[in-house]
């Protein structure tokens, strides 16, 4: 499968911002963002009663464990997750003539000098190994990326519904669909610990023994909590003969380093191996040097600023090592792609349409094929419109002869955990296909399996 494929073809983007959580402009596109700034927050504010995605401080007096629970950086937050200009000097304007509509985002300058180290410097390849240090503050792991972490909530009413639901002769799929698909990451943690400690029981175990197929495949992801199905998915793309190219593709690409370091210590602690190893032995020459650069966690920060100077040295390099040769030097790709924060490679892109007169993705599909190309394409749809990719996503998993199911189940569940930004897919499929993401699955799927993918896009 290509990502390519069926991939609208660019020419502006929504805003950063996510999109609006109800309708969607039905002329033309939105235009893309202006600036080089990452979003005050690209899945819009958290909704009630849910967990906050990266970097927010937890809802106050509402039942969530204190700020330091969330692992949260002492100090202030993040540059992202600032709506005012960061203290420190005001933006860089050296950039030459920047074209029009690429123009730095007012009171978003560079941080205070020393605080990120000098920009401008050696291309990715000559730090050695795969990239620089990242730059800026850590970014937060994501709710359900700090093991065994559970939230001061009393879940034994639910606990005992799942018990009842699946207890004596036939399984209530109804009860356990409308308990399983409500939890947040944080909150399904305390629930599977709950009711194992009151039942003396695997909750897995339990589900895999009073349910099947698909509906079965779909309860579990959603009981192993957004890490550990990662970790699930990552083995079944490994084991055994061949590789599910996608299933890393869809997991390893596109994340934060703290999730990455979160990713691979559950592997290793599940499998008893290294998860670079394993992806050594399946992958092969360029593909697994790509992976291994994505694995190392050497992006910059959320928080590492956009500097215009730089993002123009970097797009010349970028250009010199694809369009602008005899031969494309694929290191030199990968490497930005790899070790570049989301907000960078926004700007790298659209500064390279504006400099070159090309798109950045048909220009990568032009120099690369296969998994190479479609782990690049993705790593780009990600950082410029994370909802529009995921929108896509899961529309090739349901488009051709036949439904992908497994990769159906994981995307839905993934974009799931976060219920801010599934109402962003749900907005960028309606806009881009012209039709409900529901609706698209209930034609897709049947049964207690089309109810549970319901009931996670509700």
């Not at 235009?31 to 909704?47: C, F, I, R």
């Not at 694929?330 to 907000?343: E, G, K, P």
Request: aromatic share 8%.
């Amino acid at each position: 499968m290509s990502y390519q494929q069926g991939y609208p073809p660019q020419g502006g983007y929504p805003p950063q911002g996510g999109y609006p959580p109800q309708g969607y402009p039905p002329q033309g596109y939105p235009p893309p963002q202006q600036g080089y700034g990452p979003p005050p927050d690209q899945y819009g504010a958290p909704p009630q009663g849910y967990p906050p995605p990266q970097g927010y401080p937890p809802p106050q007096g509402q039942g969530y464990p204190p700020q330091q629970q969330w692992n949260a950086p002492p100090g202030p937050p993040p540059q992202h997750q600032q709506y005012g200009a960061p203290p420190g000097p005001p933006p860089q304007q050296q950039y030459s003539a920047p074209p029009q509509g690429y123009a730095p985002q007012q009171g978003y300058g560079a941080p205070p000098p020393g605080q990120y180290g000098a920009p401008p410097g050696p291309p990715p390849q000559q730090y050695g190994g795969y990239g620089a240090p990242p730059g800026g503050q850590p970014t937060p792991p994501s709710p359900g990326y700090v093991r065994g972490q559970t939230a001061p909530i009393d879940m034994t009413p639910q606990a005992e519904g799942l018990r009842k639901a699946m207890k004596g002769f036939g399984t209530d799929e109804k009860a356990l669909i409308a308990i399983l698909s409500k939890p947040n990451p944080i909150e399904m943690e305390t629930l599977r610990t709950t009711f194992e400690r009151r039942f003396m029981k695997k909750l897995l175990q339990e589900i895999d023994k009073e349910t099947s197929g698909y509906f079965q495949y779909g309860l579990q992801a959603l009981v192993r909590g957004p890490l550990m199905q990662d970790v699930f998915i990552l083995n079944e793309g490994i084991k055994g003969m061949g590789t599910k190219e996608t299933f890393l593709n869809d997991v390893l690409l596109g994340r934060s380093n703290a999730d990455m370091h979160a990713i691979k210590q559950a592997y290793q602690d599940t499998y008893k191996r290294s998860l670079e190893a394993d992806l050594r032995g399946d992958l092969s020459m360029k593909t697994e040097q790509l992976f291994m650069m994505v694995t190392a966690a050497r992006r910059d920060e959320d928080s590492a600023p956009v500097i215009p100077q730089q993002i123009d040295a970097w797009v010349t390099e970028l250009h010199g090592a694809t369009a602008g040769r005899m031969g494309k030097d694929s290191a030199t790709v990968c490497a930005m792609f790899c070790n570049r924060n989301d907000a960078q490679l926004r700007a790298i892109n659209q500064a390279y349409g504006a400099k070159y007169g090309k798109q950045l993705e048909k220009v990568i599909a032009a120099e690369f094929s296969g998994h190479m190309e479609e782990a690049l394409l993705l790593q780009l749809a990600r950082a410029v419109d994370r909802a529009r990719s995921d929108a896509v996503q899961l529309d090739d998993a349901m488009k051709g002869m036949g439904t992908k199911d497994e990769l159906l189940v994981n995307r839905v569940v993934r974009a799931h955990w976060n219920r801010g930004h599934m109402q962003n897919v749900k907005a960028a499929h309606k806009h881009v296909y012209r039709k409900e993401l529901i609706d698209r699955i209930k034609s897709e799927t049947r049964g207690d399996y089309e109810r549970l993918m319901v009931a996670c896009c509700e």
